[in-house]
Each structure stands twice: as structure tokens, then as C-alpha cells.
């Protein structure tokens, strides 16, 4: 047993080893220009040699608005969620207000604009809670995620293709939507997830 645990030891201290280089970009080209994105076909060369043809969508960034309500329980906080359909997931899905960052906007700023436009919340205290990609394989979207608290109603002002739905939910009731199954979104998995995470061990 304890050379089992020995090997396993070894192996995961190696699978931390950071790569010795990197891919070079030998050249890009623009193959598709969208409202939101647009996808370039780069050729690289692998530090083994081997040259490899990407697919790469590039996008400007996202942020995501977790906005909670402490005032009427501290204790099972309420938060401002959406439910809204997806095309492209062919179905209605269950969301954390977000969108994306516009060129030259900081996020901070962007989030704080979509939260106004989605739901016509404003919020007086604003906290960072991770930033990460959203799918690295293929595509170059971050997306930074912020905790919004203080929170007070105002009035929506959405886009003319967005068809929202703006409703609250207790933390605990959220938390259950994602044990039973029912939130598939990932963002806001991730969101609600550190949240709790966060209260939990009294970092918030």
C-alpha cells in the first residue's frame, strides 16, 4: 500500500510541472467576423515539432452578476436570477444576469451596466469572485464574475432580442435547483457554487 501511495505521490507532483514551452504561432488568419465574436484559423507549431491547424473563437471577454438581497435574511440571502431560452442549447435556462464586455469598457463597468440593463438593479458594493475561461479548448471567452450586494430595484432596459424573465430566489432555494439537477448553466453553477463556498468558511 505504501508504494501505491508512493507512485501516486509522484505522479501528481509531476503532473504539476509546467510545460517547458509553448506553441509557436506560425501564422492567423480571420476566417469569420460576428456581432459577438469572430473565429481565426492560426497554424502552430507544438514544442515537439509537430504543426497543428486551430480553430479559435475570440471574444472581448463576459462578466456575470451574482446580486444578492441580505437585508430581509443575512442568513439565506436572496438572489437575482433570470430564466431566459437559448437558442443555442435549444431550451429555457435558469441564469445569473451576464454579458458581454464592450471594447475599451473594464469589466467592473460592464458588469455594472448590464445589471442595470437586465434587470434594472443597481448594487453599492461590488466584489470580484473569479475569473476564468469558459471553454479554453477552442474558444478565448473569459469571464469574470461579481459578487453585487446593497442591491436596490430600478427599471430594466433590455435589447430588443432579449426575452428576460427577473426573479428572485433564496440562496438555499438555488442551491437545491442545482442538487436536483435543474440549473445547467455554467457560469451560474460556478457562481452560486463559490458563493456558498465563501460564506461557508467565512470569507464573506
Do not use: C
Not at 460576428?34 to 473565429?39: E, I, R
Not at 452578476?65 to 430564466?83: T, Y
Not at 435549444?90 to 464592450?102: D, S
Not at 424573465?165 to 440562496?171: I, Y
Amino acid at each position: 500500500m505504501a508504494a501505491q501511495i508512493k507512485k501516486s505521490s509522484a505522479l501528481s507532483s509531476s503532473s504539476r510541472k509546467k510545460p517547458s514551452s509553448k506553441p509557436r504561432l506560425l501564422s492567423s488568419k480571420l476566417s469569420y467576423k460576428g456581432k459577438v465574436f469572430s473565429v481565426f484559423t492560426d497554424k502552430v507549431e507544438e514544442p515537439g515539432g509537430n504543426v497543428n491547424t486551430r480553430d479559435v473563437i475570440r471574444h472581448n471577454g463576459s462578466i456575470v452578476i451574482l446580486a444578492v438581497d441580505e437585508s430581509k435574511d443575512a442568513n439565506d440571502p436572496e438572489i437575482v436570477m433570470e430564466r431566459q431560452y437559448r437558442h443555442a442549447a435549444g431550451q429555457f435556462l435558469i441564469e445569473l444576469p451576464a454579458g458581454r464586455v464592450e471594447p475599451k469598457e473594464a469589466p467592473l463597468a460592464a458588469a455594472k451596466r448590464e445589471l442595470i440593463e437586465e434587470t434594472g438593479y443597481r448594487a453599492k458594493r461590488w466584489t470580484m469572485l473569479t475569473k476564468y475561461f469558459a471553454s479554453p479548448g477552442f474558444l478565448g471567452e473569459w469571464m469574470q464574475i461579481y459578487l453585487a450586494r446593497d442591491i436596490r430595484e430600478g427599471t430594466a432596459t433590455p435589447e430588443p432580442d432579449e426575452h428576460i424573465e427577473v426573479f428572485r430566489l433564496k440562496l438555499s432555494e438555488a442551491l437545491a435547483l442545482v442538487a436536483a439537477n435543474k440549473i445547467h448553466d455554467g457560469k451560474t453553477l460556478i457562481g452560486l457554487m463559490l458563493y456558498d463556498a465563501a460564506r461557508r468558511s467565512g470569507r464573506l
